[in-house]
C-alpha cells in the first residue's frame, strides 16, 4: 500500500491527478496529532486529513495524508473530484474543525448547529456536559412468562434453555 503526504496546496491538484487514474475515495476522516510526534519531513501541523484510496480494476489501495495549516485549519474542498467526499468534509469540519476551502455546503452534520466547538479535538475537555442519569424501572412481573426465573414465569424450559410452547386449548405445555 502507498502513502502519500501532502500539504494543503498540493492535495487538489493532486486529487484531480489521481481520480484521471482510476482511483476512487472510499474514506476521509480528520486527525488532530497534538501531541504525537511529527516526523522528520519538516514543518508541523497539528490538524490534518486521511484519505484511502481504492483502484477498482486492480484491487490497489493508496493512503493520503494532507496536512491543515492556518488557524482555523484549511484544507482544499474535492466535492468537485470525488461528489462522496461531501458528508465525509463535513463530518472532519464538525468534529475537528477543518474548514474545506469551496465546499459547496460546509454545515455541521452530526452535532447541533448551535454546538461550540469541535468534540474530537484533543483540547475539546472532557466531562463538559452534565449527564442527567435516570433510574430505570423495575421489571414488573404481572403474568406468565414475564420474569427471569422459569419456576416463578411457570413456563418449561427445554433441554436447549428455550421456552416449550403452551398448548392454547388447555394452557399447558405439550409432553
Known sequence: MQVETLSSEQWLERARELRAGGWLLRDLAGLDRLGLED??????????????????????????????????????SVTPVWGGANFMEREAFDMYGIVFEGHPSLTRILMPDEWEGHPLRKDYGVGKIAIDFKPQPYLQVESPGQSPDAESAEVEIDALGQVKPRNPSSGESPS
Do not use: N, Y
Not at 66 to 75: E, K, L, Q, S, Y
Open 39 to 76: 516526523s522528520a519531513e519538516g514543518e508541523a501541523t497539528r490538524f490534518e486529513i486521511v484519505c484511502q484510496l481504492l483502484k477498482a480494476d486492480s484491487g490497489e489501495r493508496a493512503s493520503v495524508r494532507v496536512r491543515a495549516a492556518g488557524d482555523p485549519p484549511t484544507i482544499a
